[in-house]
């Protein structure tokens, strides 16, 4: 186990080259192919904003996104089978035994799937895009909601707003009903019921722990005919997590995640073109203090 007293002045992982075969680098994850078929999921440091990876990483994040999904994968086993083998380093290949201690706590090893084309979002209350969006039609991806809610609102029920995947720039909202006509009515409302059933199980947890869950979005992929669990699960990445206590709806929330590095960004007027600036030293340490508190209230661990 690691101490996360010790974490955040590591320095940062931003990039692996391993020799074994590259299947994708994306954002964060670099995803190779085991000699075995399986895949390795490694979650790097890298941090991106406005669909833009940035010069700087944050110290141990990809550690914390992985023992975040680890946890929500336990919490959530019994709900609805993953894809994950195994986080032991141990249980990799000869070929990786000398990169087992950059490895270690930030890999998963996985099973591969055939996954869905749609992202699944789900929404207890009005903000990002979805506010945006509601600004615009009085609606979220379809789906009609009150009139006069303001931004961060909550909802009177979390709703469904499927996006579907973009390789290049933002993922596209879309409606249940395009989601149905892109992978089937009957699988589309599998995903629709499995979303809003996990939603409400990690809001319920979240919640115990003085944390308020607006958002998130869920892969699933089938895994021998069933569907499965897939990729990064309710981290900061892919949630938008804010604390209780200080809930006030009428414009944004703090929030467990990248807040400080999009308000830095803003704050020195970046055209959000390439290439993207690094990050001061204690914007970055900021943003690496939220995603370690966030591990620590939703797990109850204080050690990585």
Same mark, same amino acid.
């Given at each position: 186990?690691?101490?996360?007293?010790?974490?955040?002045?590591?320095?940062?992982?931003?990039?692996?080259?391993?020799?074994?075969?590259?299947?994708?680098?994306?954002?964060?994850?670099?995803?190779?192919?085991?000699?075995?078929?399986?895949?390795? =999921?490694?979650?790097? $440091?890298?941090?991106?904003?406005?669909?833009?990876?940035?010069?700087?990483?944050?110290?141990?994040?990809?550690?914390?996104?992985?023992?975040?999904?680890?946890?929500?994968? $336990?919490?959530?086993?019994?709900?609805?089978?993953?894809?994950?083998?195994?986080?032991?380093?141990?249980?990799?290949?000869?070929?990786?035994?000398?990169?087992?201690?950059?490895?270690?706590?930030?890999?998963?090893?996985?099973?591969?799937?055939?996954?869905?084309?749609?992202?699944?979002?789900?929404?207890?209350?009005?903000?990002?895009?979805?506010?945006?969006?509601?600004?615009?039609?009085?609606?979220?991806?379809?789906?009609?909601?009150?009139?006069?809610?303001?931004?961060?609102?909550?909802?009177?029920?979390?709703?469904?707003?499927?996006?579907?995947?973009?390789?290049?720039?933002?993922?596209?909202?879309?409606?249940?009903?395009?989601?149905?006509?892109?992978?089937?009515?009957?699988?589309?409302?599998?995903?629709?019921?499995?979303?809003?059933?996990?939603?409400?199980?990690?809001?319920?947890?979240?919640?115990?722990?003085?944390?308020?869950?607006?958002?998130?979005? =869920?892969?699933?992929?089938?895994?021998?005919?069933?569907?499965?669990?897939?990729?990064?699960?309710?981290?900061?990445?892919?949630?938008?997590?804010?604390?209780?206590?200080?809930?006030?709806?009428?414009?944004?929330?703090?929030?467990?995640?990248?807040?400080?590095?999009?308000?830095?960004?803003?704050?020195?007027?970046?055209?959000?073109?390439?290439?993207?600036?690094?990050?001061?030293?204690?914007?970055?340490?900021?943003?690496?203090?939220?995603?370690?508190?966030?591990?620590?209230?939703?797990?109850?661990?204080?050690?990585?």
């Amino acid at each position: 186990m690691r101490d996360t007293k010790n974490t955040m002045p590591n320095e940062a992982l931003r990039e692996t080259a391993l020799p074994i075969p590259l299947t994708a680098r994306g954002k964060v994850r670099d995803i190779y192919t085991l000699p075995d078929g399986n895949l390795l =999921f490694i979650a790097t $440091d890298r941090i991106s904003a406005f669909d833009h990876v940035l010069a700087t990483g944050i110290p141990d994040k990809g550690r914390i996104l992985t023992q975040l999904s680890l946890f929500w994968f $336990d919490h959530l086993r019994d709900t609805i089978p993953n894809h994950l083998i195994s986080a032991d380093v141990a249980d990799l290949p000869k070929e990786l035994a000398a990169h087992k201690a950059e490895l270690d706590g930030r890999m998963m090893i996985v099973k591969r799937a055939q996954m869905f084309p749609i992202e699944c979002v789900a929404r207890a209350y009005v903000s990002g895009s979805g506010w945006k969006d509601y600004q615009r039609t009085g609606a979220v991806c379809g789906v009609p909601l009150p009139s006069g809610l303001r931004e961060s609102d909550k909802l009177p029920e979390p709703i469904f707003t499927p996006a579907a995947k973009n390789n290049i720039g933002h993922d596209e909202n879309i409606t249940f009903d395009q989601a149905a006509k892109t992978i089937g009515v009957e699988a589309a409302t599998k995903l629709r019921d499995l979303t809003l059933t996990i939603f409400a199980r990690a809001s319920s947890h979240a919640a115990s722990k003085g944390i308020l869950l607006a958002d998130t979005k =869920f892969e699933f992929g089938l895994i021998d005919g069933r569907i499965a669990l897939c990729d990064e699960v309710l981290t900061p990445d892919s949630s938008r997590y804010w604390p209780a206590a200080s809930y006030q709806p009428g414009g944004p929330q703090p929030s467990f995640d990248k807040q400080f590095v999009r308000d830095y960004l803003e704050s020195i007027h970046w055209n959000k073109q390439a290439p993207a600036p690094a990050l001061p030293a204690d914007v970055a340490a900021k943003t690496g203090e939220k995603y370690l508190e966030a591990y620590r209230l939703l797990t109850g661990k204080t050690r990585l």
